[in-house]
Structure formats: C-alpha cells, structure tokens
C-alpha cells in the first residue's frame, strides 16, 4: 500500500501531497522525524537499518527516523515511529529542534527531532526495519563517527555534528 506524504515549501506550509515513491522520484520536500531514546545512563539508543532498506542499507541510524505522513503532524509521526519500530508508548518527548536537509539523492527533508527517555521501558525493535540496536554513550558516538564514518546514515552524522555543535550541511530552522 503506498503511503502518502505531505509536500511542503521551505516555510513548512503544505502544498501538496504524493506517494513516497513519486515525492523521492521527483525531488520533493517532505517531513520527517527523528527521535534520540536514552537509557538511566545517558546513553543513546542507535539502530543499525536492516540490510534490504531502500535508503542507507546496514548503516547506523538515531533510535527512529521516520517519515511524516499526509496530514499527520511532527509529534503524531514521532510517537506512531516509537511504536512501530521500537516497541514502545508513552514516551514523554522534549522537542530538541527543526531542521531542513538533503538527506539523498532526490530527498529533501524538513525534520523535527525529539528527545526521549525510556525510564526502564525496554524495546521490541521491528526485525524488518532494523536488524540491530544497541546503546552508546555521546562520547562513544562521537568517537565512532570521527573514525568510522562508514557505517553511519549520512544524516544521522549531520544531525549528530548539530547537537554537538560542530559543522553541519543542515540548515536550522525556527521550531
């Protein structure tokens, strides 16, 4: 079933709507969402996308990236991605920022990240999505994309250069 998503202007303001495939076919700004999970630790929640995903196959991801669908909003697409590709519900989600990027060839994106605790919850992550997570602190992450950038999500390590406030290709856009 194909799954519609909103086409949006780079003020964020709708002005259409297409299937995925036809919005990444012909290079059109859409929505996402990212959100980082932690653990009591402080430690983020990484996935590694599954080896026959479309974009970015077997490479390290934040805890969910997700499209936002046709007239769902940034927070709907966030807590439906919690339950979809982790496993979990009632995550109380603090708004970290609004970004737009070119996270491909032919996918532009203006994104909302959200910050997540999981206070003892424990995940179920989607085995056709993800093939693994694991936790790892902000220094450990760090250290990983300085020497092996290979196998993260090019988005994902522009996201992570903003939150560490180092260089970045995204732009900053007001939340």
């Known amino acids: 079933m194909a799954e519609f998503l909103d086409i949006v202007d780079n003020d964020d303001i709708v002005t259409g709507q297409a299937d995925r495939s036809t919005i990444h076919r012909l290079g059109l700004q859409?929505?996402?969402?990212?959100?980082?999970?932690?653990?009591e630790a402080g430690r983020m929640l990484v996935q590694k996308r599954s080896a026959d995903r479309a974009s970015s196959p077997s490479l390290m991801d934040c805890s969910v990236s997700e499209h936002v669908q046709a007239g769902e909003s940034y927070l709907e697409a966030a807590v439906r991605g919690l339950r979809e590709e982790m496993g979990v519900e009632g995550i109380d989600l603090a708004l970290r920022?609004?970004?737009?990027m070119e996270y491909g060839v032919n996918d532009y994106e203006i994104s909302v990240i959200y910050e997540g605790r999981l206070k003892g919850k424990s995940v179920q992550f989607d085995p056709v999505e993800i093939s693994e997570v694991r936790f790892m602190s902000l220094a450990e992450i760090q250290d990983e994309i300085a020497?092996?950038?290979?196998?993260?999500?090019?988005?994902?390590?522009?996201?992570?250069?903003?939150?560490?406030?180092k260089p970045t290709k995204l732009t900053v856009l007001k939340a």
């Open 147 to 165: 020497n092996q950038k290979h196998l993260f999500c090019g988005w994902f390590i522009e996201i992570m250069n903003w939150y560490f406030d």
């Open 97 to 100: 920022g609004k970004i737009q």
């Open 30 to 39: 859409h929505r996402g969402v990212h959100v980082f999970l932690f653990d």
